[in-house]
């Protein structure tokens, strides 16, 4: 009997328990072994998945088909049209290479957890394993039985939990035949763009987590806020593909800091928050299906009347705000595809505080330029920015650019490392821009060529209390 491992948001061969479980089925059967891709650019394009992450997917595709060859495995890759074309597909591959079992890892997005249920109704003898979170989600609830929506007493009981259980990384699979041949290149037709700029691999993922955890993790909390310096990991793009799993992230953490899980004080303990962080709003994401089909998670946030002015949010998009911290932000996500979370929380404050913008629409536009555009994260992100989601930030804090700037690029040199045009202006210049009448919105230029603020700070703090106290309950 044969099987076959279909990778999705696993894109690893070490850590994979799904990957495992195929050889081992075909193993026991005496039968082979196959793995499986499915490339659906037209519904990457419904999604919005980045030119730039598609083009990250593409080369570890390639990268997968090769560790899995000198496994003895063949990676299949299909090119469909779209999502719902997915049962016809997998039910003729099936039939085709007379697979008896099929593997795969969970995924925490409402259309793939339908399809598959589909899948496994219409009799496709699909198991699916969870290794998308170190905690499964389900795993992580609190005394009434009830998904935790606050994320202080989460972390605590992910963290009991954890500290109870062997956190082991599953390790590759053993050859199941003779190495095959180099593969063939992988190329999905749609468009991309190159991701050179980052290294890949899950020997690359894994030299930069231990690298982190040798030199870097111990000052995280103190670095991580400043965006001109190297203070945090980037392995976000590839925690999002799977290249990575939390549990090698966490186990690895224990490696060097056994008493990360139990002990506060552990020079580790902020940045495994952040793991854990990521493993709240995809354990929310299974809990409250809306998340993934963009409603407010809280309901409130229906009746905010948003401004949705198009040319502010161009302008936003463009980094032409005339606010040096957020348009140096937006400019290094539309050039590098990846923007610091410092400056993520800025720039999305600015957008839906500053200008009153849906939130869904900078969701979006991140989603469009993100290397490591993941739905749970950038949902979590932007309604914990705007104040509509859960255990978000209070409708009323309103973050000030100016403070922001001042605080965390003290010598602007993130700012001008993106805004050369501002490389003779003042910090002070910099960091405080001229503000300009309310009324002289899209102001002209200054002779260096950088934009006036397009709005003005403290009319536009008392507008958004105003406007996003729709959110106040009672
Ligand atoms: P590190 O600081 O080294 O953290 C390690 C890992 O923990 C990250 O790689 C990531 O997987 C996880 N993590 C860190 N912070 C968060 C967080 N706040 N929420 C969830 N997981 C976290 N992260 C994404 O991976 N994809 C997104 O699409 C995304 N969109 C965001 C949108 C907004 C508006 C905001 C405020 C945050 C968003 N984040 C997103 C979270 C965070 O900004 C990035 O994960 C982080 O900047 C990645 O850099 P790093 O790998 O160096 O992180």
């Known amino acids: 009997m044969n099987s076959v491992m279909w990778f999705r948001q696993d894109l690893r061969v070490a850590d994979n328990p799904a990957l ?9 059967h ?53 999502f719902t074309d997915t049962e016809a597909a997998l039910t003729d591959y099936i039939q085709q290479h007379h697979i008896d079992a099929v593997f795969a890892g969970s995924e925490p997005e409402i259309n793939e957890r339908r399809r598959d249920a589909l899948l496994i109704a219409q009799g496709v003898p699909l198991t699916l394993i969870d290794q998308d979170c170190l905690l499964a989600p389900g795993q992580v609830l609190n005394l009434s039985g009830d998904v935790y929506k606050v994320f202080t007493p989460f972390s605590k009981k992910w963290k009991s939990i954890a500290s109870q259980r062997a956190i082991v990384p599953v390790v590759a699979p053993a050859p199941v035949a003779a190495a095959l041949m180099q593969p063939e290149a992988i190329v999905f037709e749609c468009n991309k763009r190159s991701s050179e700029q980052w290294a890949a691999g899950e020997g690359a993922a894994k030299r930069i987590l231990d690298q982190f955890l040798a030199t870097q993790v111990a000052d995280y909390q103190t670095d991580r806020d400043f965006p001109a310096l190297e203070g945090t990991s980037r392995l976000s793009p590839f925690l999002a593909l799977g290249v990575i799993s939390s549990r090698q992230c966490v186990a690895a953490i224990l490696a060097r800091y056994p008493e990360a899980l139990v002990d506060d004080t552990c020079p580790a303990k902020t940045w495994l928050n952040e793991l854990i962080w990521r493993e709240f709003y995809r354990h929310l994401l299974v809990a409250f299906p809306k998340l993934s089909m963009a409603h407010n998670f809280n309901e409130l946030g229906d009746g905010i009347a948003w401004r949705n002015n198009l040319d502010e949010f161009q302008a936003w998009c463009e980094g032409k705000t005339g606010y040096p911290i957020v348009d140096a932000a937006m400019r290094q996500l539309n050039q590098t595809g990846w ?48 104040g509509t989601g859960c255990d978000a930030q209070p409708y009323f804090r309103v973050f000030n650019p100016m403070t922001q700037s001042s605080k965390f690029d003290p010598d602007a040199s993130f700012i001008k490392r993106y805004i050369p045009e501002l490389a003779t202006w003042s910090f002070k210049d910099i960091h405080e821009p001229k503000s300009v009448n309310v009324h002289d919105l899209f102001a002209q230029p200054d002779n260096q060529g950088y934009p006036k603020p397009i709005v003005e700070h403290k009319m536009a703090r008392l507008r958004a209390i105003e406007v996003l106290s729709a959110l106040k309950r009672g």
């Not at 913008?357 to 979006?364: L, N, P």
């Open 339 to 386: 923007m610091h979370n410092r400056l993520r929380m800025v720039v999305a404050s600015f957008l839906t505080k500053h200008l009153l913008v849906d939130w869904r629409w900078g969701e979006r536009y991140f989603r469009q330029q993100l290397i490591d555009g993941d739905l749970a994260a950038n949902n979590g992100g932007w309604q914990w920015s705007a």
């Open 30 to 82: 005496q039968g082979n072994v196959r793995a499986l891709y499915i490339v659906t650019p037209s519904q990457w394009t419904q999604h919005d998945v980045a030119p730039i992450q598609i083009d990250f997917i593409e080369r570890h595709v390639n990268l997968l088909a090769q560790s899995l060859a000198a496994l003895g495995i063949a990676l299949d890759v299909l090119h469909l049209h779209s």
């Open 20 to 28: 495992v479980a195929a050889c081992e089925f075909a193993k026991q």
